[in-house]
């Protein structure tokens, strides 16, 4: 309560009423392999293929082990966002060859350059140098992707030494690398430059070099240089990362030294590309980590190991006519592979308490937008050798949506299912919050330029996008086209779809004049309040606006004036429902109510600081069956 202690003009703001906004339902949580990125990373909103396959790879099939599978999760993020699709988070799952995944341990020794045909845990290596001095390069995500070329190119600058009127430096920073020798002739290479690193001492208020960071045996000064008839040439490196099938991307005007700061940060190659880079954002776009041994202290014994590693480079240094590839030394990182299929452990994923990160479908459980989750591919060979942990990623699906109570899953049925098997797998499922599609989708793959099946959950989440964004959530996602098909793995009839239906298995079907078209929407529950996929989604939307709408009133005197302000608040918003035509009713009286009085609490509740609001809705129940009735009337029949 504002305090009145001296004459004058108090200008105050009134609280209005808190309005509930309703919240976003078309964001999708896709979980499944790739061909690389993060497995231990928070999963960050994705907009389009082209994001998705900066960070997770292209479309090309995976390898495990001995079999090849097609990625389904990249064609599940093309169907998405081909299909109306707009914002999506994808979580990677992983398996090592020798089971489950765990981070790399760069702890360990630095072994000697020699690399295996396969790391076991997926990472692609390179190594310079050997022991303790030795720089390893590995691909930061496990995959085959991976295998890239990563090149380092040396850069010189121009000579930054002046004579007149002092011997002076200019563009000079702590720890620089430079080349310290005679000036460069047109065709032949410098015989007489060294690396050096510039240090700056405040005792005596001048610029050193020396060939060793903690050795100033044979140290010079600027007036030792210039009296040399000597120049000074700073040197950064260029790293240029090639992955398989995609653009180079290059990074400019890194500082060898691994203390090298710049405005504050450090900005050394080695800092660049570290374990841990300065932003998660950095961490998920690099595609490379550089790891030095407790040999490499400086920038100069860097620069040492990369003209080891490449003998020919040290003679094109201070040519002036030398190309970026002659100053340049190529790696090839090998040993990256897929893993092994991951099993229902891996989609599951893990939250433990000693440890930073969570995989699976853990990492769901904090991003709170996420309204449709689907694991594209999981049912491949339910019929076959994959069938248990198919189930099983399907029933995790169920059990993550029931957790986070305003999610939906949408289930694939198996690939290559009989109506009698699809049936027998649908009665092992029951939940409000799934929905069951069937059967499989073919397009042309733009891989193979061939025909192909997918699973229908990516599909189906684009058209759910679609459907709540040119029409509302309270629609029902059916009766909808499938842009991208060119069919179905199995052509469905009126009486077969007369089977499943009621059971609660969606088809797809192709209509003559109409297409292909998505022809069901029925949740998999046995609760006949809970038939329909709108009613559904429409009710996790209305809980989820109205749960996060009302956070404010927590702690808030829970009187009269506060249930007016629930009550008022809640009918507003239903009021705009109702308007929209989400809900059923010719009058709002008749569409909802909401009650929060003395008549939905008792003492008890109020003691125990509980507030309790009844609300009432009518939803609108999608018209599965037009019944049109036709009879030969006379013109004077009643």
Known sequence: MPEYLAPGVYVEEIPQLKSIEGVSTTTTGLIGPSRFGPVLMQPDIITSLGEFELVYGDGQQLQF????????SWHAVRAFFQEGGKRLYFSRVFRETDGEYLPPDDTAEFPEPSLPEDFADGHARGFMGTGETQIRIRARYPGEYGNMRVRFTVVMGQNILTTSPANSVAGLTNRDVVWIGDPPRSASPLG????????????????????????????????DIAGANHLIRIATLTVTVTLPGAIPRVWAGLAPDPEHRRNGANDSMLAYFALKPSSPALERSLPIVMLAGNGVGDGVELMNILLDAAPDLATH????????????????????NDGTRPTASEYEGKAED?????????????????????APGSTYLLEDGYALDGETVTKLLIGHCELMRYRVAILDS????????????????????????????????????????????????GIYARNDTNRAVYKAPANEDVILSLGFESSINKAQQEVVN???????????GRGFRIW??????????????NVRRYFAYLEHSIDKGTQWAVFEPNGPKLWDQIRHGISDFLLNEFQMGAL??????????????????????????????????????????????????TADSK
């Not at 082990?65 to 389904?72: P, R, S």
């Open 65 to 72: 082990g001995d079999d090849k599978l097609h990625n389904y």
């Open 192 to 223: 007489t430059g060294q690396f050096y690193i510039a240090l700056w001492s405040q005792a005596n208020s001048r610029w050193e070099f020396q060939v060793a960071a903690d050795d100033a045996t044979g140290m010079l000064t600027v007036d």
């Open 317 to 336: 240094l201070e040519e002036t006519r030398s190309s970026d590839l002659a100053r340049s030394y190529e790696l090839l990182l090998t040993g990256g």
């Open 354 to 374: 000693d440890q930073t990160f969570k995989t699976g479908l853990k990492q769901f459980e904090d991003i709170d937008d996420i309204s449709i989750v689907a």
């Open 414 to 461: 198996g690939d290559m299912q009989s109506l009698s098997q699809v049936r027998a797998y649908r009665g092992r499922l029951d939940s409000t919050r799934a929905a069951l599609y069937y059967p499989w989708v073919t397009i042309l793959d733009p891989i193979t330029q061939s025909q192909i099946n997918l699973p229908p959950s990516g599909f189906m989440a």
């Open 502 to 512: 009621p059971e609660g298995i969606n088809c797809f079907r192709h209509l003559p």
């Open 520 to 533: 069901g929407a029925r949740t998999i529950s046995s609760d006949p309040e809970w038939k329909y996929v």
């Open 584 to 633: 059923l009713g010719d009058k709002p009286e008749k569409a909802y109510f909401v009650r929060c009085d003395r008549s939905t609490m008792t003492q008890n509740d109020l003691d125990n600081g509980r507030l309790v609001a009844v609300v009432g809705v009518a939803p609108l129940k999608p018209a599965e069956f037009v019944i049109i009735r036709i009879g030969q009337l």
